[in-house]
Each structure stands twice: as structure tokens, then as C-alpha cells.
């Protein structure tokens, strides 16, 4: 697979994909399961299900994990590079010129517009993974209780203790092995050396920091280490660093916060804002953004060479596929908050993620057109009031 194509793929996602994590995953699916086959449905449920385990990004890890299976190693930085470089361009500039800049009516009713069209992909990808990855009726009800759970104690706590009992629930459900998978991309000998960098950096740079770019990369390496999920969790991480609370004012940071949920991609691109916006240089930027990914990407670099081998034990396959189950509720729970609750506000907000769909399912419009609709769909409402 050549690797200009992935970079180019998750580019043109990069440049659409609002709406957060969740609707990350609804994107993908649409594109790589549904219209390019380049994962199976079963496949991409599990390699959710594995992002969601381990620390990070949880669907930047995502892309990365689709973009290894197309071209090894080069390919996850492929896959990386496209889906982050518009919204890291984008909380670059805000950084360095648009801290104290609020957003104008326009541009909020835009915005709306596209929260509606992630209502309506979240909704379609959640439909998809419960056919595909709950085949029974045990694995079912793995995945309602698993959003119930959520809806009713939201937080990460509940999710690791959800992940974590459909765990233990599949590890007593042996599962027949996942088929096996040949792969030119098989590095297992170097796992041991992404992990050993991973946990290397985790402890030493505390001991190094002795001010400037190195105390930046430190503070964001290790908020990006120690957060499950992604997106909105890493918020407080960021917002508790020393580095950043005596950086910054309040309002600076919250400014920062409302803009990344205002472009598309990932929501960890906030940390290139703050980055700009600390030293007040390009250079701090691109620190902060590639502190706070690499964690994430140096285990998924450690677990994806043995993943086919450990995939074959009966055990972790029972156990993965609870995990996927339980997965698919995160999803189902992400699709009512933030993804519902944020976007549809009225009755008319409602029909319009209804005409979103249709467009996308009935008239069968590409997504790309349809990301230039939602946003006039959302002045359209604004105009009449009826938002």
C-alpha cells in the first residue's frame, strides 16, 4: 500500500471528521469498513476495542492501528500525519494569533450544523458494530448494559469497570481463536523497544526538566500517557499541569477548548494551541502536539506486531470479544453524551439530522459533500430561529 495514498485518506478525514472521538470512529468506519474495505467489520471492532484499552488518543490510536495494517510502522505515522495536520495547522495559528478571539454567531451556527451531521454518522457506525459485533444475545446486552451503566454514572472509572467485567465475563467464554492473518508488517522484536521508550520517557523526563522545551515536552508526554479515551478526558490532565496553570490565564485555556471542538480531527490537537500559546512560538507548539501523541503511539506500536499471535489464544480471544461488545456500548453511551445532547436542541435540530441521513443513505451523497451542507444547514436554522 502506498504510503501517499493512507497520508491522503486520512487527510481528507482529518479535514471533516468533527464531532469527537465517537464520530472519529463513526468516520472510519464509513470510509475503511464500508466503502474501501480496507478492515473487516470484526476487525476494526477489535482493533476499537484495543484502543480502547491502552493510554491515548483513543481514535487517533485508531487511525494509526488501520494505517500499520496498510504499510507497517510508516504507515501508523501516515495515517498520524494526515488525520492530524489540519487541526493542528488549524490550533497552531490560534496559538500563535487567535488566543483572545471569540467566535462570531456564523461561525457557532456552522458549527452546530456539523454537531448535527456527527449525530447522524455516530448513529449509523453504532447501528453497524451492534449487527456485526454483538452476535448474540448475551453479547447484546453486554452492550446495553455497558451505556447504561455509562448514562447512569458517567466518568472513566465506570468505563475501565465496564471494559473490565466484560473482560472477566469473556475470559470464562472462550471464543474460537480470531482466524490467523499473514503480514509483512510483523516486527515483534522491536515491541520490547517501543515499551521500554514509553516507560523510559515517563520516568526520566521528570528528572530532566530543567525549563524551556524540554519541561513542555514533559508536561504533555505525560498527560498523553495517563489518559484512557482521549478527547474530552484529557482536559483536566492539561488543565491540572503546573507548567500550563501558571502559564496561562483561565480564560486563555477555556478560549483554547472552545476552538478545538470547533475544527475537525482529533481533540488532542488542543495541545499545539497550548503550546503556541505558552512560549508564544511555533516551535513550543510542535512540541507539546508530539509529546502528547507519542505515548499513545509508542504502545500501539509495542501491541500491534504480537497482536495477531496473541489474538489466537481462546482465552483473550473470549475475553476480546466481550471487550468489543462493551466497546460498542461506550459508543452507544458517546452517541447520547456529548454527541446527542450537544448537537440536537430543538425539534428542527432533530429534522435536520433525519435530512442529514437521508442524504447520506437515501440520496447516497459522498460525505464530503455532505460536511459542506450540515454547516449551511446550521445557519439555515440559526436564520430562522429555530436552532
Same mark, same amino acid.
Given at each position: ?188 522484536? +522491536? ?5 521500554? @521508550? $514509553?516507560? =523510559?520517557?515517563?520516568?526520566? #523526563? !521528570?528528572? *530532566? &526538566?530543567?525549563?524551556? /522545551? ?5 508536561? +504533555? ?5 495517563? @489518559? $484512557?479515551? =482521549?478527547?474530552?478526558?484529557? #482536559? !483536566?490532565? *492539561? &488543565?491540572?499541569?503546573? /507548567? ?21 480531527? !482529533? ?121
Amino acid at each position: 500500500m502506498p504510503i501517499v495514498r493512507i497520508f491522503i485518506e486520512f487527510l481528507k478525514l482529518g479535514c471533516m471528521s468533527f464531532g469527537g472521538p465517537a464520530a472519529h470512529m463513526g468516520y472510519f468506519h464509513r470510509r475503511f469498513v464500508d466503502e474501501i474495505c480496507w478492515v473487516e467489520a470484526r476487525d476494526y471492532a477489535e482493533l476499537m476495542a484495543l484502543c480502547q484499552f491502552l493510554p491515548g488518543p483513543a481514535s487517533s490510536q485508531l487511525g494509526m492501528a488501520i494505517g500499520y495494517r496498510q504499510a507497517g510502522v510508516t504507515g501508523s505515522l501516515a495515517a498520524f500525519f494526515g488525520f492530524t495536520l489540519p487541526s493542528a495547522l488549524l490550533m497552531l495559528t490560534a496559538g500563535l494569533w487567535l488566543a483572545h478571539t471569540e467566535m462570531n454567531d456564523a461561525t457557532t451556527a456552522a458549527l452546530h450544523g456539523l454537531k448535527l451531521l456527527a449525530v447522524a454518522v455516530v448513529a449509523d457506525a453504532v447501528a453497524k458494530l451492534y449487527t456485526s459485533a454483538c452476535p448474540d444475545r448475551p453479547r447484546q446486552g453486554m452492550a446495553l448494559l455497558t451505556a447504561a451503566t455509562i448514562w447512569l454514572w458517567p466518568g472513566m472509572v465506570s468505563q475501565l469497570a465496564a471494559i473490565t467485567l466484560a473482560a472477566v465475563i469473556g475470559t470464562s467464554r472462550s471464543s474460537e481463536p480470531m482466524p490467523q492473518r499473514t503480514s509483512s508488517h510483523g516486527i515483534s522484536g +522491536f515491541g520490547s523497544l517501543f515499551l521500554i @521508550v $514509553f516507560a =523510559g520517557l515517563l520516568l526520566i #523526563l !521528570p528528572w *530532566l &526538566d530543567t525549563g524551556g /522545551l524540554l519541561s513542555v515536552f514533559d508536561a +504533555f508526554y505525560r498527560a498523553g500517557a495517563l @489518559v $484512557f479515551g =482521549g478527547g474530552h478526558v484529557v #482536559l !483536566p490532565l *492539561l &488543565d491540572a499541569q503546573p /507548567l500550563i496553570r501558571d502559564g496561562m490565564s483561565e480564560n486563555t485555556f477555556l478560549a483554547g477548548y472552545s476552538l478545538a471542538q470547533a475544527v475537525p480531527g !482529533p481533540m488532542f490537537s488542543f495541545a499545539a494551541y497550548l503550546g503556541s500559546a505558552l512560549q508564544g512560538s511555533l516551535l513550543s507548539g510542535l512540541v507539546a502536539l508530539s509529546a502528547i501523541f507519542l505515548p499513545g503511539w509508542l504502545l500501539l506500536m509495542a501491541v500491534l506486531p504480537i497482536w495477531a499471535r496473541l489474538r489466537q489464544n481462546p482465552r483473550l480471544a473470549g475475553a476480546l470479544a466481550w471487550v468489543v461488545a462493551a466497546t460498542v456500548g461506550l459508543l452507544l453511551a458517546a452517541l447520547y453524551a456529548p454527541v446527542f445532547v450537544s448537537a440536537v436542541t430543538s425539534p428542527a435540530s432533530m429534522a435536520t439530522v433525519v435530512f442529514l441521513w437521508a442524504l447520506l443513505h437515501v440520496l447516497r451523497l459522498p460525505l464530503w459533500a455532505v460536511v459542506i451542507i450540515a454547516p449551511l444547514a446550521g445557519l439555515a436554522l440559526a436564520g430562522l430561529g429555530v436552532a
